[in-house]
């Protein structure tokens, strides 16, 4: 009798693969601030996004043949989105902690989520999120009023990334569009991480640790959520993502040793508990993802 291979993803419940995903990026974004030091944020987002466009330019090659002015401009216009994202967060990172920088910058998908929504049940939920916003910044002691307003300007970006992230899934077939936003990207980014490092990329013990970066905020998580996403209803995935914040604080303090307080907590399950109300209304008859629909959203913080 014929054996047949199942592959490792498939062998693991779809929701552990994307807690794994989240546990993966925010376990690379606390590698990330031990960088700051020596490469700064601009630097380390620059070794960041670089290294992944090369993993997945060796790996997806994309093509610009066939494609049109507006397909590319969409394509330029997703890179630099995303490259602003991850400038703002990490910059927000170097000022405040981990756990609470996720949690602002949560506010940008929540807001994708419920906006043109007519039910007074999702305005709750805007309410809920802007409660936890109010007791990160009004709680005193050493909360950076910069860094929270940065990782609100890193959510705004997330917000535009993920709807040019659903234009650009739709024009681009596999990871060809998001190869091509990360390449744009890097090149926008050059010159302010390159001022901002300066000789410490030629650093090997920077570069690994810069691919270390790049490997678990990206190639981990974009190859657990690939296998996720296929067995996975949307309702069912945006409340895992929003399990994030708590992935993020657990890890500031493993990694960290960054301790929130417990106004700090409260303000992150205020967070969490507005995107879970706010994506869990989905219809039974919801099919799974698209695989290859969502997970341009991995790069992201």
């Known amino acids: 009798m014929r054996r047949v291979r199942v592959p490792a993803g498939l062998l693991v419940p779809a929701p552990m693969l994307v807690l794994g995903a989240v546990a993966?990026?925010?376990?690379?974004?606390?590698?990330?601030?031990?960088?700051?030091?020596?490469?700064?944020?601009?630097g380390t987002v620059l070794l960041r996004i670089g290294l992944s466009a090369v993993l997945l330019v060796a790996v997806a090659r994309p093509t610009l043949r066939g494609r049109t002015a507006s397909d590319l401009g969409w394509a330029v216009a997703f890179g630099c989105v995303l490259?602003?994202?991850?400038?703002?967060f990490y910059e927000?990172?170097?000022?405040?902690?981990?756990?609470?920088?996720?949690?602002?910058?949560?506010?940008?998908?929540?807001?994708?989520?419920?906006?043109?929504?007519?039910?007074?049940l999702d305005m709750v939920w805007v309410v809920l999120a802007a409660l936890g916003v109010v007791l990160l910044s009004s709680?005193?002691?050493?909360?950076?009023?910069?860094?929270?307003?940065?990782?609100?300007?890193?959510?705004?970006?997330?917000?535009?990334?993920?709807?040019?992230?659903?234009?650009?899934?739709?024009?681009?077939?596999?990871?060809?569009?998001?190869?091509?936003?990360?390449?744009?990207?890097?090149?926008?980014?050059?010159?302010f991480g390159i001022w901002s490092a300066r000789g410490a990329l030629l650093d090997p013990s920077v570069l690994w640790r810069g691919?270390?970066?790049?490997?678990?905020?990206?190639?981990?998580?974009?190859?657990?959520?690939?296998?996720?996403?296929?067995?996975?209803?949307?309702?069912?995935?945006?409340?895992?993502?929003?399990?994030?914040?708590?992935?993020?604080?657990?890890?500031?303090?493993?990694?960290?040793?960054?301790?929130?307080?417990a106004r700090e907590w409260v303000a992150?399950?205020?967070?969490?508990?507005?995107?879970?109300?706010?994506?869990?209304?989905?219809?039974?008859?919801e099919q799974p993802i698209e695989p290859g629909a969502t997970p341009t959203e991995v790069v992201a913080a």
């Open 268 to 285: 992150v399950g205020c967070v969490m508990g507005a995107s879970i109300g706010a994506t869990r209304r989905a219809a039974p008859e």
């Open 24 to 42: 993966s990026v925010q376990s690379g974004a606390a590698i990330a601030t031990k960088l700051f030091p020596v490469a700064g944020p601009a």
């Open 139 to 191: 709680g005193g002691g050493h909360v950076d009023r910069l860094g929270l307003l940065l990782a609100l300007l890193a959510g705004g970006f997330w917000a535009g990334y993920i709807l040019l992230a659903q234009r650009v899934g739709a024009a681009f077939p596999g990871a060809s569009g998001l190869t091509i936003a990360l390449v744009v990207g890097t090149i926008g980014l050059a010159p």
């Open 211 to 261: 691919a270390a970066v790049a490997i678990l905020s990206s190639a981990v998580p974009y190859s657990l959520e690939l296998f996720a996403l296929r067995r996975l209803r949307a309702s069912v995935f945006g409340v895992l993502m929003s399990l994030e914040p708590a992935f993020a604080a657990l890890s500031g303090l493993v990694f960290l040793g960054q301790h929130l307080r």
């Open 83 to 88: 490259a602003a994202m991850n400038v703002t």
């Open 92 to 120: 927000a990172l170097s000022r405040v902690h981990l756990g609470v920088a996720v949690t602002v910058e949560f506010i940008g998908p929540l807001t994708v989520a419920v906006v043109g929504s007519r039910r007074l």
